[in-house]
Every structure is written in structure tokens, then in C-alpha cells.
């Protein structure tokens, strides 16, 4: 193997790296560039990326279509403020995803991390009832086993057992975290609580059909349409973070389309630029626009990231949902789907295997235990593939554009080192 790059080694004891125990994590791999399904390393291997950068690159990366639209808008405006002045690709985007998103989520507001995103859905729901003078909706009902983001607001809607943010359990403004809704007694268990607690509450939060980093946890649509009714019967908003699940990644273009329901807010975010730009949306129904229509200026929505609306972003928005139009994405999601059923199932019979699930683009192996997690990252990257293990999981979300060829080794090399 090659020595590091210099820039590298100058710039390394320089830099905080996400979710790391700086003196004990593996140095990061450098990284030289991107095609395809493709992560070229600096001292000239190449592997086949597993999760699409954190579920972002749904296209491969360097899709010409989304570079060819991010170098125009390069060249016209990178950037402008959002307060006071407007853009193109902006109200494009915007009027794009009001047109692909179910019901009347017509009205969005745009941030740069699906933390921010979900922030910001937070507090549309909190001010939803103040703007109404009701001081007492505050709360938000979340799921064991949820994940939705870093931010303190978005920790405190996190499972508190997750191990992201476990050592802040007690320290942030409690939420009522509830199992989902999945069986009698949890139903009971739900049903209980909204009786006794729900005027206490600005809103339910649910990641819908896959709660993702919370430990890849399927549920059906049933679920969703339970929290849809609850929601209606108790006077609720409903948000769905579909920040994982959306765009196709569940099956269909949003997974609340599966159940047939419409949140009330919706919060989009990592493939929404084709996983090159920084980009995510809050989009919420014209019922929750209306609560902030006022003659009052203390009704206004009060947010604004520096950043928001990013031209060369929502540029980059723009042609990465043109691709689920012209590319037949929801096609190759079956097909990847397939593909890691078959793929993933001899994992069934190994020994230490808990469970092989899929969902749509989706393939999670669950183990009994997992001890050695960078043990096994780095046999994977010596087999040629790029995953991120955690906690007990081991999952696969690759590109949409992954080829036969390719998905069938990266489902081999993973099968491999797992029974190895
Ligand atoms: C469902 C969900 N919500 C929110 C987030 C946070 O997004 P970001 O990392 O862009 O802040 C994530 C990130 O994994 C997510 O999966």
C-alpha cells in the first residue's frame, strides 16, 4: 500500500471526523475521487461503494446531467442571500417538489442538513398552536428506535438508547418516545398515552417504513396510516421524515405513498441534490402554511440559514429530479431489491446472523453481536467494498444506477466476509 498523500498528513491532525473516537478510530481512507458506484482511493484502489455516501448519491456519482447543470448555474450565480431576494432554481425546485410530493404539501422552505430540516419542522409545529394562542402543544411524540439528527432540538425525538447521543439521556428537554405502533399491546400502549397526554402535544415525528439510523427497523403501512388516524382524532400534526426514505429508496418516489397518507410536514434531504450538494426541505401542507398567514409579524416563521435555497444546490436539486423522470429509477430500485434478496440470503444460514432484511433499495444483515466493527470495515475495504457498519447492522443502500455486475460482488464480497 501506498504512503498517505501529503496533503493528508499535513492536514489530518488538523480535523474532527464525524462519530470518531479521535485517538482510537481508523484514519479515514483518502480519497482521490468518484464515478459511478465507484470511490477511487488515493493510492489507486478502487471500491464499490455500499451506501451511496451516506444514502446521497442515488445517481452514482458524477451524473453529467447534475454536472452539467451545477457548472451553468456555476457560471450565472453560485449564491445569493435568501432574505429579500429570490431565484430560479430556488422557486423551480420548489414548484417541482410541490408538484411531485402527495396531497397539498405545497409549501417549502429550504435549509442545508436534514438535522435543519427537521428543526425546522419542529418548530413550524410548535408555532402552529402558539400562533393560535394554544401554549400548552409542546411536546413531540417520537419512536423508540427513531433517528432524526445531531442538532440538540433533534436529539431529544432521537431513541435515547441509540448510542449516538445516549451519554445526553436526562440532560435534553424530554419527549415522549413511545414503541410504534405495531401490535396489541403497543397499540394499547399508544392509544393510552394519546388519551391521557395528547393536549400536551404540537406533533407525532416518524421516520416512515424504515427507521434508519436508529438501527435499519422495518415497519408496514399500516403503522402510518394508525398515526394518520391518531393524528386526525387528537387534532395532531403530523410530520414524516422522510430524509432517508424518500426519493425512491423504499420503492416508491416518498414511502408515505405507500400507506396512502399525507403528513402534514415532510422533511427532505439527502438524495435530494443526487448526494452533490448540500440541500433539504421542509415542506408542509397549506393547513400548516395558513397557521403562520397573518397581519402579525410575531406570527412569521423566524429561520433563515445563511445558506438556504443555495442556488447551486437547488441547481443540482433541479436535475437530480429530472433523472427519476428521464432514468428508470423505480425499475432498477426492484431490481436492487431483488438482487439483494437473492444476494443476502445465504446469510440466513451463518452462524451469528440475526436477521437479512430488505426493503426496496435497502438490505440490512443484522448480527448478534457486533465487537469488531473496524475489524470488519477494513475487511471489507479489502474485499473492495465500502460500508459502514454499526451497532449490530451491517446494510447496503447502493446507487440506484448500480449495475448487475457490481451489486452481485458487493452482495458476494459482504456475504463473504460475514461468513468468514
Ligand atoms: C431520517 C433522518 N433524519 C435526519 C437526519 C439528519 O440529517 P443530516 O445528517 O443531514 O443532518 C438523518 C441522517 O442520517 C436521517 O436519516
Redesign the pocket.
Known amino acids: 500500500m501506498q504512503a498517505k498523500p501529503a496533503w493528508f498528513e499535513a492536514g489530518f491532525p488538523h480535523i474532527w471526523t464525524p462519530y470518531s473516537q479521535m485517538k482510537t478510530a481508523l484514519p479515514p481512507l483518502p480519497v482521490a475521487g468518484t464515478g459511478g458506484v465507484r470511490i477511487y482511493l488515493s493510492d489507486g484502489r478502487e471500491l464499490i461503494d455500499g451506501i451511496a455516501s ?2 446521497t448519491a442515488c445517481h452514482g456519482y458524477n451524473h453529467p446531467h447534475i454536472r452539467a447543470a451545477v457548472i451553468r448555474q456555476l457560471e450565472v450565480m453560485p449564491h445569493v442571500m435568501f432574505g429579500g431576494l429570490t431565484h430560479e432554481p430556488a422557486l423551480t425546485l420548489a414548484a417541482k417538489l410541490a408538484a411531485m410530493l402527495p396531497g397539498d404539501l405545497n409549501h417549502v422552505f429550504f435549509t442545508d ?6 428543526e425546522v419542522a419542529m418548530k413550524m409545529a410548535m408555532q402552529f398552536w402558539l400562533n393560535r394562542g394554544v401554549r400548552e402543544r409542546t411536546g413531540f411524540l417520537a419512536f423508540r428506535g427513531g ?5 440538540l432540538g ?1 436529539m431529544a425525538v432521537c431513541d435515547p438508547g441509540e448510542g449516538m447521543h445516549s451519554l445526553f439521556t436526562g440532560l435534553l428537554p424530554p419527549q415522549p418516545m413511545l414503541d410504534l405502533p405495531v401490535d396489541e399491546a403497543s397499540i394499547a400502549a399508544f392509544d393510552r398515552f394519546l388519551d391521557d397526554h395528547a393536549g400536551e402535544l404540537a406533533a407525532i415525528l416518524v ?1 416512515p417504513l424504515i427507521q ?2 436508529g438501527g435499519m427497523i422495518f415497519h408496514d403501512a399500516d403503522v402510518l396510516r394508525r398515526l394518520r388516524a391518531a393524528a386526525n382524532k387528537y387534532s395532531l400534526i403530523l410530520i414524516f ?1 422522510e ?3 424518500g426519493l425512491a429508496r423504499t420503492g416508491t418516489m416518498f414511502a408515505c405513498e405507500v400507506a396512502g397518507v399525507v403528513p402534514d410536514i415532510i ?1 427532505l ?2 438524495a435530494l441534490t443526487g448526494g452533490t450538494m448540500a440541500l ?1 426541505a421542509t415542506v408542509a401542507t397549506k393547513q400548516i402554511f395558513d397557521g403562520f398567514w397573518s397581519n402579525d409579524s410575531g406570527h412569521a416563521l423566524m429561520h433563515g440559514p445563511t445558506y438556504m435555497a443555495n442556488a447551486l444546490a437547488c441547481a443540482a436539486a433541479i436535475a437530480s429530479l429530472e433523472l427519476f423522470d428521464t432514468e428508470p429509477r423505480l425499475e432498477q430500485v426492484r431490481a436492487i431489491s431483488a438482487g439483494l434478496t437473492d444476494g443476502l440470503s445465504p446469510l440466513r444460514k451463518v452462524a451469528g446472523i440475526k436477521d437479512v432484511r430488505v426493503m426496496g433499495a435497502v438490505g440490512v444483515v443484522q448480527l448478534d453481536g457486533l465487537n469488531d466493527p473496524k475489524s470488519l470495515q477494513r475487511a471489507c475495504v479489502e474485499a473492495g467494498i465500502w460500508v459502514r457498519p454499526f451497532r449490530d447492522i451491517v446494510y447496503l443502500t447502493p446507487s440506484f444506477t448500480i449495475g448487475t455486475d457490481d451489486l452481485e460482488r458487493l452482495t458476494g464480497a459482504l456475504t463473504k466476509v460475514l461468513a468468514a
Open positions: 451516506w444514502w442538513s436534514g438535522s435543519v430540516a427537521v433517528y432524526h439528527g445531531d442538532t433533534t421516520e434508519g439510523a421524515d430524509i432517508f426514505t422533511t434531504s439527502k433539504a
